[in-house]
């Protein structure tokens, strides 16, 4: 064998072998398995130009040089001049003079700063693909989505196809400490190794930022909201810095949480005021000092009084006061603040769902225009199932920020499969009637129903060093999915499911249909099993992880369960009509007019907004106590067919990712039992009502479910 054969035969295998524990994500690029679309990509794709003339285009060329490695099974020669068969060109018209000369310009105009264009051309009478944008990061974008066309085994495109993105900030927040602990984090420990950083650069850090390149990440806040000011320090900002070197040429900017109270722990003024002068210097000359590590440092994420983060608030001032205050000092850089809007605290007791309208729309209009304010897609935190937040239209004169959670706290954490794209659609697609029917979450979110020149989407991460990123093989798809909502909130949650199964596991059709279904019904199998007909935040206190709706003996009495269920001799649920809290109040006249009646509510949404009597009627037909009862079982036994459309699927799936899979849908059908089990349980006590008598009944006490103890839940 020549050298150079045996050179590429290793590279093969290599590329081969490497994927199996799932650390390519849906970057795994199998060899074509139709043979004949593989002969028709290799007619199409049978040479490469990619002009060096950035490390973004590097990154490109190598993509694509890897990726059609094994995707056809044959090494693409890269070339600098035209070949008689086809070329794929890659770069920016000032990069490439083919593609200046292929009269492109007015359609490139619509892929603006990110987009990317992908069109077929003849080119002095030879056959091309230009893959081409405005920038570099553009063109990347276009590279990876070409190859998200073969990896899923779609036809090189005829006609072109111009993509850019709907969203600006698109990004990932980490809830990652310095001591590496993940708040909320089931899949290990940080990636970000703050002990061998900035001198050892790990390829996570560089396959972290291809996987969010390939998907139009362009942001990523290093640290946990619940902040430790010690980043802001130098030896923390070189390290800070080593990661951002990284990121840059794949388009990612980094960002940090700026703990309130900094200027008090490490630059020892005696307060954190945001209107002392000493404090503004304070924080003015920090910027400053990051910018000189990181010159395209993106900004601060902030939470502040909110459980126990310091404020502005401490000092009598508001959340603008403190929110402008970081703007200004950070304006001259060109960065920008995003300031959280998930607050709450005891001395609103009669609804925390209030709380952060109350406190934020006020301020509406106060805000420097380079700030965001951060708002969670629920007024309560990231349930299974919630209404939009109805600070959503209510600030149009300040953007507002989508916060989604990957990580699943409430969600059954690293061992359920719940594919989310179908909770955030129900959020994006929701119409806050704002300005009018078609006002929906996503247009808000996107700037163009207020017109605002800023616009981001954030997911809580959900990666941790787990070998396979994420914990759960599925929970990968739901970081894929904020990604592909983000650059476009119009994709269905079908094709984001099917893509990325695509990519991650196969393209037979049988596993699809099968697969996709698996995954589109996922949310609404743990809604069901966990918190049917709008029941929310009754699982267990501190972890989050279980049923717990018994507790009552938090100091806080938001944080208990029954605060949320109020499950009385007479019917279960809040009601937040005008007969109650009143939160209804703060959404627009035709949105209450869906929720305020207890006949018509959709009743998913019905004991979020409704105390319910147990022999209330519903639309099935069966009274509430049997409804729930009906949920539950119906949502346990469901995950058991779960259970069997993965079993069907054993032959498409290579075996060390089938057998993690089988095992955790076992845990999962064992948590369904306990959700159902325990609730049901529990709320009989106050139904007074049997279980109806085609079910099984619970083989255990309440008392039992009571005492369990979990001293290996993540967060104990
Ligand atoms: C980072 O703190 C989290 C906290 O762990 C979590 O239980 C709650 O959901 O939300 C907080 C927040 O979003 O700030």
């Keep these: ?54 490390a973004t285009l590097n990154i490109a060329r190598q993509e694509l040089l890897n990726g059609l490695s094994r995707l056809l099974q044959t090494q693409v020669p890269a070339t600098a001049t035209l070949r008689q068969d086809e070329t794929v060109i890659a770069g920016t018209a000032q990069q490439c003079p083919l593609i200046a000369q292929a009269n492109i310009a007015g359609l490139l105009k619509a892929a603006g700063n990110e987009g990317f264009m992908i069109v077929p051309k003849i080119l002095q009478g030879k056959r091309c693909l230009l893959i081409s944008g405005n920038t570099s990061i553009g063109v ?19 006609q ?13 927040d980490h809830w990652d400490n310095l001591n590496r602990t993940v708040e909320r984090g089931y899949a290990g420990f940080s990636i970000w190794n703050w002990h061998t950083l900035p001198t050892y650069i790990d390829q996570r850090y560089i396959d972290y930022a291809r996987a969010n390149a390939s998907i139009g990440i362009n942001g990523t806040v290093l640290t946990n909201v619940n902040a430790n000011a010690t980043v802001l320090t130098p030896a923390y900002l070189e390290k800070v810095k080593a990661l951002a070197d990284v990121f840059r040429p794949y388009g990612i900017r980094v960002y940090l949480t700026a703990r309130f109270s900094a200027p008090m722990e490490i630059g020892g003024l005696a307060t954190a005021d945001p209107l002392n002068d000493s404090v503004r210097g304070w924080w003015k000359e920090k910027i400053k000092e990051i910018y000189s590590y990181i010159p395209d440092f993106g900004g601060f994420l902030v939470k502040a009084n909110s459980e126990g983060q310091p404020g502005p608030q401490d000092y009598h001032r508001t959340h603008a006061d403190g929110a402008n205050m970081l703007a200004d000092a950070i304006a001259p850089y060109k960065g920008i603040v995003i300031w959280r809007a998930f607050v709450y605290s005891h001395d609103n007791p009669i609804d925390r769902h209030k709380q952060a309208y109350d406190d934020f729309v006020p301020l509406d209009g106060q805000f420097r225009p380079n700030v ?11 349930m299974p199932r919630e209404p939009f937040h109805p600070l959503f239209g209510a600030m149009p004169k300040t953007p ?6 990957l990580t699943q706290e409430y969600l059954g954490q690293g061992t359920s499969l719940v594919f989310l794209a179908p909770l955030f659609k129900e959020t994006l697609e929701s119409d806050t009637y704002s300005k009018g029917a078609g006002s929906t979450v996503a247009k808000v979110i996107d700037g163009s129903v207020d ?10 991460a959900n990666i941790g060093n787990d070998i396979n990123w994420c914990g759960h093989p599925f929970a990968q798809a739901n970081w894929y999915a904020l990604g592909r909502l983000a650059w476009d909130h119009t994709l269905s949650s079908e094709q984001i499911a099917e893509e990325w199964l695509r990519m991650t596991f196969s393209n037979e059709l049988t596993f699809l249909k099968s697969a996709t279904r698996l995954m589109l019904e996922s949310r609404d199998i743990i809604v069901q099993y966990s918190n049917p007909i709008g029941l929310h935040h009754i699982m267990g206190t501190g972890h989050h992880y279980g049923p717990a709706p018994w507790v009552n003996n938090q100091h806080r009495p938001e944080w208990n369960p029954v605060y949320y269920h109020k499950a009385d001799s007479t019917g279960i649920g809040f009601d937040r009509t005008a007969t109650g809290s009143n939160a209804l109040a703060q959404y627009q006249p035709a949105v209450r007019r869906q929720w305020e009646d207890i006949h018509t509510c959709d009743e998913k949404y019905l004991l979020w907004f409704h105390h319910v009597q147990w022999r ?37 799936v290579d075996p060390q990712r089938f057998a993690q899979v089988t095992m955790l849908l076992k845990i999962q059908q064992q948590e369904a039992t306990w959700w159902r089990n325990a ?15 085609d079910y099984t009944p619970p083989d255990k006490t309440l008392e039992y479910y009571k005492q369990l103890q979990f001293p290996f839940a993540p967060g104990n």
């Design 679 to 693: 609730c049901l349980l529990y709320f009989r006590t106050f139904s007074h009502m049997p279980l109806p008598a």
């Design 1 to 54: 064998m020549k050298n150079s054969t045996l050179l590429f035969f290793c590279l093969c295998c290599f590329l081969l072998t490497k994927g199996e524990n799932g650390d390519d994500l849906w970057l795994r690029y199998p060899p074509v398995a139709d043979k004949m679309l593989q002969a028709s990509y290799r007619y199409h794709v049978s040479a490469l130009m990619v002009p060096s003339s950035d």
């Design 160 to 172: 072109p196809i111009i993509s850019a993105p709907k969203i600006q900030l698109r990004m990932l």
């Design 451 to 460: 017109q605002h020149m800023l616009s981001g989407m954030a997911g809580v």
């Design 400 to 405: 507002l920020m989508m916060e989604f959670q």
């Design 140 to 158: 990347l974008y276009g590279v990876f989505h070409f190859l998200r066309l073969l990896q899923t085994a779609q036809p090189i495109p005829v």
């Design 372 to 382: 965001l304010l951060q708002v969670k897609n629920g007024a309560i935190d990231f």
């Design 616 to 652: 209330f009627r519903m639309k099935s037909g069966r009274n509430l106590w049997e409804e729930l009862c009906y949920q539950y079982y119906t949502g346990a036994d469901r995950v058991t067919g779960m259970q069997h459309t993965w079993e069907s699927l054993r032959p498409f």
